[in-house]
């Protein structure tokens, strides 16, 4: 079964393409700061943080009080992460595969 994302465009295809052409982290690092604002970036970073804590079972308050993000947002985090097409627990398994 493909995936279908909610908006497909041409130019987000190009991006996802990119990024896949993206051989190790220092590289990562070169086109994101281009890409992205170190505020976006740090976002990004931080929801995949929460993402984690959520697997591995850390309860709104305990993520709360270790990373300072609103409970708001860590509840956005836990629904797509629950309801979402799968995208943060598939990442989260590869990562716990190379660490």
Known sequence: MKYRYKVEKEEIDKLFEAILLLDNVE????????????????????????????????????????TGISAATISKISKSFAFGPGGYEMIIKRLDGKE
């Open 27 to 66: 590289d990562c690092y070169r086109f994101f700061d281009d890409l992205c604002t170190i505020n976006e970036l740090e976002a990004f970073g931080q929801r995949l943080a929460v993402a984690k804590m959520l697997h591995s079972k850390m309860t709104y308050q305990e993520i709360e009080k270790e």
